[in-house]
């Protein structure tokens, strides 16, 4: 369950930063205070969005940052910050998110439970809605742990 993973010190809002790179960094960072990730861990989910693009945006507005799985994961986990203002992706058609998970997987299996769990609240409109238009982080743990 999404609850069990994205818990209130993984969640921020109201997050301001200037472009992609910080917005990858920041929701890293998350995991990286809470010791699920080492540093190396925020440049390879960097390096993904410079080698493959954007597509890690599932839905529009809604980032889903990911690095290399492996050794610089030490469990899987998952981050979110909600941004006060859009950040654009300006190397790849200035695609706008005003929101980006953080995801990291130890291997290419262990996390898909977490995923399911992403996957089924990506579809529900209220938070939908609350993530991409900065409620408060009471309002957004309160969706998050009906799932």
């Known amino acids: 369950m999404i ?24 929701a890293g960072e998350l995991l990286l205070k809470q010791n699920k990730i080492k540093k190396p861990f925020i440049d390879s ?10 597509y890690m945006i599932l839905v529009p507005k809604v980032c889903f940052f990911h690095g290399e799985p492996g050794e610089n994961v030490n469990e899987p986990c998952l ?35 977490m995923i399911m769990s992403v996957a089924s609240i990506l579809q529900d409109e209220e938070f939908i809605e609350a993530i991409t238009n900065n409620y408060s ?4 743990m309160s969706i998050i742990r009906k799932y």
């Open 3 to 26: 609850k069990d993973y994205l818990k209130e010190e993984l969640v921020l809002t109201n997050v301001s930063v200037d472009n992609w790179e910080d917005a990858a960094k920041m």
């Open 45 to 54: 989910m960097i390096n993904v969005v410079r080698t493959y693009g954007p």
């Open 137 to 140: 982080k009471e309002k957004i």
């Open 79 to 113: 981050s979110l910050c909600v941004f006060n203002k859009p950040v654009y992706f300006r190397d790849f058609n200035n695609q706008e998110i005003k929101c980006a998970f953080a995801f990291g997987a130890k291997d290419k299996d262990s996390h898909m439970n």
